[in-house]
């Protein structure tokens, strides 16, 4: 091995990869860049006994992953059925006690400024949307107006 003094003020200088590591000095090339850790880039390595330990250790985040989608899918499903027997409910009632369409309200998408605390402590301006849905007033034979 060389010489681990520079001369310099008697410095310990840095020796180059193939003198701190002689048994990987024949895998580098003379025109690569010697890597900082040659350990876990240079060794031969058993790849399928390394895919098994990764996959040990990563099963949890693919769990929770999979765990949220499945509660996604059942909340969208029970949404839509909520939704449809709603609609079902109704349009039963509304054969059921004759009602009949007395007025239509337009929807409207109100666009405000206002003001709020911010993360400093400052007011800061804000953007306040109000959206109201079209509704359909609806007249039955029980004499109440039901808007829908």
């Not at 399928?48 to 099963?59: C, E, H, I, R, S």
């Not at 996604?72 to 027997?85: E, H, M, W, Y």
């Not at 993360?119 to 079209?134: A, R, W």
Request: glycine residues 6%; proline residues 7%.
């Amino acid at each position: 091995m060389g010489s681990s003094y520079d001369g310099y003020n008697g410095r310990p200088r840095a020796l180059p990869y193939f003198e701190r590591w002689p048994q990987y000095a024949g895998r580098l090339s003379n025109n690569t860049a010697p890597l900082p850790y040659p350990d876990a880039l240079n060794m031969p390595c058993d790849c399928l006994a390394l895919q098994k330990a990764m996959l040990k250790t990563n099963k949890a985040p693919l769990l929770v992953f999979l765990l949220g989608v499945l509660v996604s899918a059942a909340i969208i499903v029970t949404a839509v059925r909520v939704s449809k027997d709603r609609r079902a409910a109704w349009e039963a009632f509304k054969v059921e006690h004759h009602c009949k369409i007395t007025d239509k309200m337009a929807g409207d998408v109100d666009i405000n400024v206002g003001m709020a605390l911010n993360t400093n402590g400052d007011l800061s301006p804000v953007m306040i949307v109000d959206d109201t849905p079209s509704r359909t007033g609806w007249l039955c034979d029980d004499g109440v107006t039901y808007w829908k």
